[in-house]
């Protein structure tokens, strides 16, 4: 059951007999169910603790967060329609219900009233006048000199100064950011939804408050960011004199506070016993006064022990079983004839009073001090003290602690008071405090994980819970670790669902150096799971990236398959944030997309490594030409790669193999029409490679004027021959059915290069055979630089020789002779056996 609630957390259980009519129900156990009402015999309920494990979906920023305390925590993308409007704001009555709530709860018990405010109307006023200007205030004063009290009294001053009212906050282990969260949940209702930074700063800049800060722990740069991003509140600040100063031209007026004086001193300490002082009290109250220079706690305090010594002189002399008084010591009482006289505090006692105003208090009080030592100066909240001292009546020794000054307000909690922590541990109260957190942490661990306690009332405990986590790591003693692993693991999600991710990420911090010393690389690997995600949802995606790779290799390590995919696809997302453009020109999410280039004409290109593929297809009117921008052997870029998929892919693999069977066919064509050719010459003719697979021709080189260069007059000319040309025009190299240049080419467009040496051919193309073994004398053959270039062709007295076609990709099909009326034997025989390729 909740420990903050004392009804049952549910009715009609199956366990629960107080629900079942004919049972005797206890008074407060709720509504009974009649007979009638009873579930048939087949229904079965299903208890909470047998269900799964609690799921929550909050909003954060653009993110859809699922909080799963299994696997760990999803994310995604949050589609648009499940983003929250605008949230709300509160009205006065809400505004003014949820701040109540977040105030520490009054303990049960005998309690003195709260004394008067003494010697503060000057500070009080300055600050209400300020205030109402529109200054913002930095109350500086020390530990116990009464800050919280001069703040609440302000703060009823100013109650209607702004339009959204006085905002009450705590800056105990707070930084500007969970302040700016706080204040922004205490003005607008938006349960469940954690806006973005970005969000966040754009709507408390609309918020008019009095912000009443108390305990602040920041100056300087970080001060002014707070200040800068409310420029509509007006500030109360409240902190010590070693928190660093507020920059000079931020515009805080210092205010400082001072301890009390003499005759108020003395007046605070007759309000606390509620009678008049005698002498010897009077001079041992100056006596303090001056030790600790007015400040207002040593004498709540000091009134702590004057009441303490009433009620011991008015209490009967302690008698043994016979009935005769008992042996005291001397220092403890004496006795006169008007009972006991208990002597008075010595003045170290009362500059230092923690150790004896403990030893006055019951056991429960005084175990209740043993935990709150432990814990760092956390005391638990008071629903939870029965249980961790074993005492039904527990809860009101909290009421003891506050009477006696030993406790302070801070938040929605309490705290040991200022020296009150060194006190306690320079009198023995920390010698037991690693089994206490161990009994603590054990504790909270439960609490946290029960179905009936809210996140929200989980994220007010964060404090000790937090303090109880970190008292155990590093543990010196066996066991500390694993029960630190295991309350983080249970608490941070709870954490995260109250929207305390403050505290979610330092549990996880915890969690992961704990699992780390226990060996535990499961929970290891949960906390740097989720780690990543709250640093992608913070926006920090180099540290989001490395928590999740190393969760997902530690998963990896463990075969979690469940746990690798919830890390894959927060890795996933991570890298969409962190990326460029999309392929296709699409945007990321929540990005505009990308302006589009302006599409320039292309210019030639001329690159010598650039290919351009010609084929005649059977099937197609006209050549099939495919110029290769990208260098040969070159990376293609990342982009255009992206790009090249789909359907372009298999359309231009269909392109390629059907280029490639109609090359083949022509080769095979050409080669059986060589073997077979006519007039006795068909076996002295050789085939060469004229064609540079590098440049953008692959043509033989022939010449007009020789006598065999062209056909016979009424030879049917074949698929591989050329049309006549008129005399003088220049060819188009790199097409079907022209010549190639020779070495006698003189090139004349832009970036063209000196001529080859004798003999040589560009890289790819395959060595001419020797002129000696064909019986021609064939010249030799270069690559022209730039294919587009015009050429100049040299008559040559050789015979051109047919060639074989290049390999896919850098020729086309062999050329025919080019002057019609001179024709080469072996030119006719060929034309005249040519055959229709496939």
């Not at 009620?311 to 010591?329: M, Q, T």
């Not at 002597?343 to 009362?350: D, N, R, V």
Request: net charge negative.
């Amino acid at each position: 059951m909740d420990p903050t609630s004392r009804g049952p957390e549910e009715f009609n259980r199956a366990d629960d007999t107080a629900g079942v009519a004919g049972a005797h129900a206890q008074p407060g156990a709720g509504p009974q169910r009649s007979p009638r009402d009873k579930e048939p015999a087949s229904a079965e309920f299903t208890p909470r603790a047998a269900t799964q494990a609690r799921t929550v979906q909050l909003v954060a920023g653009d993110f859809l967060l699922t909080v799963n305390p299994v696997d760990g925590s999803e994310i995604e993308n949050c589609p648009p329609g499940a983003i929250p409007r605008r949230a709300p704001r509160r009205a006065a009555a809400d505004r003014a219900e949820h701040q109540r709530a977040a105030l520490p709860p009054l303990p049960p018990g005998l309690m003195s009233p709260t004394p008067a405010l003494l010697e503060r109307a000057q500070e009080r006023a300055r600050l209400v006048r300020l205030l109402g200007r529109g200054r913002s205030v930095r109350l500086t004063g020390a530990a116990g000199s009464g800050r919280s009290a001069l703040l609440d009294a302000v703060a009823a001053d100013c109650a209607e100064l702004a339009p959204d009212g006085v905002v009450r906050l705590s800056g105990h282990r707070r930084g500007p950011t969970e302040l700016l969260r706080e204040l922004y949940a205490t003005v607008f209702d938006a349960p469940l939804h954690r806006l973005d930074r970005a969000t966040l700063l754009g709507r408390v800049r609309d918020i008019g408050a009095v912000v009443v800060l108390d305990d602040l722990e920041f100056g300087g740069s970080t001060l002014e960011e707070l200040l800068l991003a409310t420029p509509e509140c007006a500030y109360l600040l409240a902190a010590t004199p070693d928190v660093q100063a507020p920059h000079t031209e931020s515009g805080v007026e210092e205010v400082p506070l001072a301890g009390l004086g003499r005759n108020a001193s003395l007046e605070l300490l007759e309000q606390a016993v509620d009678r008049p002082l005698t002498d010897e009290e009077a001079n041992w109250a100056g006596d303090l006064w001056f030790e600790s220079q007015g400040l207002p706690l040593r004498f709540v305090q000091a009134g702590a022990l004057l009441r303490r010594r009433d009620r011991l002189r008015g209490e009967p002399n302690s008698r043994d079983p016979y009935g005769f008084p008992k042996d005291e010591a001397a220092e403890a009482s004496v006795f006169t004839g008007e009972g006991r006289e208990v002597p008075l505090p010595s003045l170290g006692e009362g500059a230092a009073p923690a150790a004896l105003l403990a030893s006055r208090l019951s056991e429960a009080a005084r175990a209740t001090l043993r935990f709150a030592v432990a814990l760092g100066g956390e005391v638990p909240h008071q629903a939870h003290l029965p249980a961790l001292v074993g005492d039904t009546h527990a809860d009101a020794s909290l009421g003891e602690l506050l009477d006696s000054g030993l406790l302070s307000p801070a938040g929605s909690r309490y705290r040991l008071a200022a020296g009150v922590l060194t006190q306690l541990e320079n009198s023995g109260y920390a010698a037991e405090a690693g089994e206490l957190a161990q009994s603590a942490a054990r504790h909270y661990t439960w609490w946290t994980g029960h179905p009936s306690v809210a996140p929200e009332r989980a994220a007010m405990e964060a404090d000790a819970v937090l303090a109880a986590m970190s008292a155990l790591v590093p543990g010196d003693e066996p066991g500390h670790p694993a029960a630190a692993v295991e309350l983080a693991r249970t608490a941070a999600p709870v954490f995260a669902a109250g929207l305390h991710w403050g505290a979610w990420e330092r549990a996880l911090r915890v969690g992961s150096e704990a699992a780390r010393l226990t060996g535990e690389v499961a929970e290891e690997a949960y906390f740097h799971h989720e780690l990543g995600v709250l640093a992608l949802c913070n926006g920090g995606l180099d540290r989001a990236r490395a928590e999740l790779e190393a969760s997902i290799g530690l998963r990896g390590a463990l075969s979690d398959k469940r746990g690798t995919v919830a890390g894959r696809r927060a890795l996933a997302l991570v890298e969409d944030r962190s990326g460029g453009p999309l392929p296709g020109g699409r945007a990321l999410f929540g990005q505009e997309p990308p302006p589009v280039p302006p599409q320039e004409p292309r210019t030639p290109h001329t690159d010598p490594s650039s290919a351009v593929v010609t084929a005649q297809l059977p099937s197609q009117a006209g050549p099939l030409t495919t110029r290769r921008d990208t260098p040969v052997g070159a990376a293609m870029p990342k982009a255009r790669r992206a790009l090249f998929g789909g359907a372009r892919r298999n359309l231009v693999a269909a392109g390629a193999g059907a280029l490639l069977v109609a090359v083949l066919g022509t080769v095979v064509t050409l080669g059986a029409t060589s073997n077979s050719g006519g007039d006795g010459q068909g076996d002295d003719v050789k085939q060469q490679q004229s064609a540079n697979e590098g440049d953008g021709g692959g043509d033989a080189d022939t010449s007009p004027d020789s006598p065999s260069a062209g056909t016979k007059p009424g030879a049917p000319k074949g698929r591989g021959t050329a049309s006549p040309r008129k005399p003088g025009a220049t060819p188009r190299p790199g097409t079907s059915g022209q010549p190639a240049p020779d070495t006698s080419v003189t090139p004349s467009g832009p970036g063209a290069t000196g001529r080859p040496s004798p003999g040589a051919s560009s890289p790819g193309s395959k060595k001419s055979p020797t002129p000696g073994k064909s019986g021609t004398n064939t010249p030799p053959h270069s690559a022209s630089p730039d294919p587009t270039a015009t050429k100049s062709v040299t008559p040559t007295d050789s015979p051109p020789t047919p060639s074989t076609p290049s390999s896919p990709g850098t020729g086309g099909t062999s050329p025919p002779p080019a002057n019609p009326g001179s024709t080469s034997p072996t030119s006719a025989a060929a034309a005249g056996s040519s055959q229709p390729s496939t």
